[in-house]
């Protein structure tokens, strides 16, 4: 059942810009193709954005429009390669509108020049947030060779973030890929129990493996890792609004981890293309599945906390 309730906070906590479509996955490179479709180089091609987009450009400006359509007050901006890295752009988001926006930078560990790229992004454009997204379809082991996420290469990368006071947002990619490696990033967050941790899209858990997600919760549900929400509808489909599915999902999420530890959030623009902004957000504050307490926390307090604190 759904029943409305009276205006609350809002913090999208991910939420993607796009200056122009130039990511990398395990099809090569990713570009524009013209109506919002993108082409890898192996020739896949597929919608990537909704038709009120169809240009292939996102900008701050189209993402504060349906912030305010909608009721959210902020959002937490991050990066990919599914749309190509766009550090900059969200820079210059965040430095026009520095009451409603906040960014994480992403990099290539493999970069020679690593060392300049962190310094030139977290310690010269002071990005308060890194992102890394590991997984084997747009991620770090689409185009390099698979990974301990506990390894040496990725070691140097928490320990920098570490140092430098940075939240470390990571996307494992979905259940059953070589990057899903919930107990290697657990040997990590242990490492580093003074660092935030945000894991994204609650583990990327399909509706074939929810004894899965119960176990990665069980495991990770520690006091310095978060959970982002980003996408859930779509990852626990098939399903339709009012999203059942999402809803069992997130109530595992309230039961083992806590309402405490779930943060809001969408991966708009590309969900666009199968459903709207209001409903990616009413399934969850129009839901009587959930407390009002509960509802403050992971649509807003918990963002606010991490992100924006």
């Not at 009451?99 to 030139?120: N, T």
């Not at 494992?172 to 990590?188: A, D, P, Y």
């Not at 919760?217 to 978060?226: H, S």
């Not at 990616?280 to 649509?299: G, N, V």
Request: glycine fraction near 8%; charged fraction near 25%; hydrophobic fraction near 40%.
């Amino acid at each position: 059942m759904m029943k409305m309730e009276h205006e609350m906070k809002i913090i999208d906590g991910h939420v993607h810009l796009v200056q122009c479509i130039a990511g990398t996955g395990a099809g090569g490179e990713l570009r524009f193709a013209g109506n919002g479709m993108a082409e890898y180089a192996s020739g896949e091609r597929f919608r990537m954005l909704p038709d009120e987009f169809s240009q292939g450009v996102v900008t701050a400006g189209d993402i504060l429009r349906k912030m305010d359509e909608n009721g959210v007050e902020k959002a937490v901006l991050l990066q990919g390669n599914y749309f190509g890295f766009q550090n900059l752009y969200s820079m210059e988001a965040v430095k026009k509108y520095p009451d409603r926006f906040c960014a994480a930078a992403s990099y290539d560990p493999f970069c020679r020049g690593k060392e300049q790229i962190r310094k030139h992004l977290f310690e010269e454009l002071g990005f308060p947030i890194v992102k890394f997204e590991v997984s084997t379809g747009s991620g770090l082991m689409a185009n390099h060779f698979t990974l301990p996420l506990d390894g040496d290469i990725m070691k140097a990368e928490y320990d920098y973030a570490d140092e430098h006071g940075l939240v470390f947002v990571i996307d494992i990619g979905k259940c059953g890929s070589e990057s899903w490696q919930t107990e290697r990033l657990l040997n990590v967050i242990k490492e580093h129990p003074g660092m935030k941790f945000v894991v994204c899209h609650l583990l990327a858990v399909s509706m074939r493996d929810e004894d899965k997600l119960v176990e990665g919760l069980k495991k990770l549900a520690l006091p310095n890792v978060w959970f982002d929400l980003a996408a859930l509808p779509h990852n626990c489909g098939p399903d339709a609004y009012p999203y059942p599915n999402a809803v069992r999902y997130l109530r595992h999420g309230i039961e083992i981890a806590g309402a405490d530890r779930l943060i809001f959030g969408t991966d708009i623009p590309s969900v666009l293309k199968e459903d709207s902004y209001q409903h990616f957000i009413q399934y969850i504050t129009c839901s009587d599945a959930f407390s009002r307490e509960e509802k403050e926390q992971i649509m807003y307090r918990n963002a606010e906390h991490v992100y924006f604190k």
